[in-house]
């Protein structure tokens, strides 16, 4: 790959994965269903652009279901929830449309099962992040959560010898297996999760970015301060080579000084970040010279899942078509493969 001339590595996969789609089609098909205003309990994914976009549309982003008036409609953030939501909604008489990606769900019944059979659960994820507060509330007594693997000292299991971890699906997948690591030298017969819990998208992005950052002076991520995917790809670039690394949520904020004496700019996004806010930065890179730009693919994705059961069913009975994710309707660039 020539180093002499201004160049962009642009990553692939990046943007939405299929639990995000999902969750964003939701919203959008119920607004269009059943009209505004539809009440969604958290950020339906963490993007600032996204919220924004969906409220401009009618839906109404609240942090508790008691916010949301009695026998109206919520939706349920692709991050999950845990039964006491479930429970609080339906004593208020609250339509619910689940949204929660099915690989969350999966950890949770993980969850559940291990906690049935009175397994002490060691959760990797980040304290007060929605998905681990969903995963934990499944079974509170049987769950601690492990931040990081600096914490790992400070686990206490009942027994030893009947000790699982599980994990939340957008972290670093190289930190997760330092956790691992340390929890085995202190529980050497720690169990591992049936399947791996960490998503394959956040392992795909993630994967891409190692091969690009080692070429690259900056790498620019795009996506929000609240998403921990983006958060884990700003730091995969810099332990994978880049010089520097930046994480936005749009272009505007994007400082021109970042790339003084820079030949090559890395660009990803986060799993929650539609193409357009990519599209806009690549813009602006060619606005200062970076007007090539070369593909990095480590992997395609084809995965689609269907949309909640409960608007399905609705959709179904009012006749409509049947309403699917978008996943391969995203307009691609035109970029040269690497």
Known sequence: MSEQRKRVLLAAPRGYCAGVDRAVVAVEKALEHYGAPVYVRKEIVHNKFVVETLTERGAVFVDETDEV???????FSAHGVSPAVHAAAAVRGL?????TCPLVTKVHKEAVRFAADDYDILLIGHEGHEEVEGTAGEA???IQVVNSPEEVHKVTVRDPDKVIWISQTTLSVDETMETVRRLRERFPTLQDPPSDDICYATQNRQVAVKKLAPHC????????ANSSNSVRLVEVALDAGARASYRVDRASEV???WFDGATTVGVTSGASVPEILVRDVLELLAGLGYDSVEEVRTATEDLMFS???ELRTDLKAAGEPP???RRGARRELAVEPV
């Not at 002076?217 to 929000?224: A, F, Q």
């Open 140 to 142: 509170p007594a049987h």
């Open 217 to 224: 002076d900056v790498v620019i991520t795009v996506g929000s």
């Open 69 to 75: 008036p009695e026998g109206a409609r919520v939706v």
């Open 95 to 99: 339509k619910t449309i689940d949204a």
């Open 307 to 309: 949309l909640p059961r």
């Open 323 to 325: 309403a699917r994710p």
């Open 255 to 257: 400082d021109p000084a």
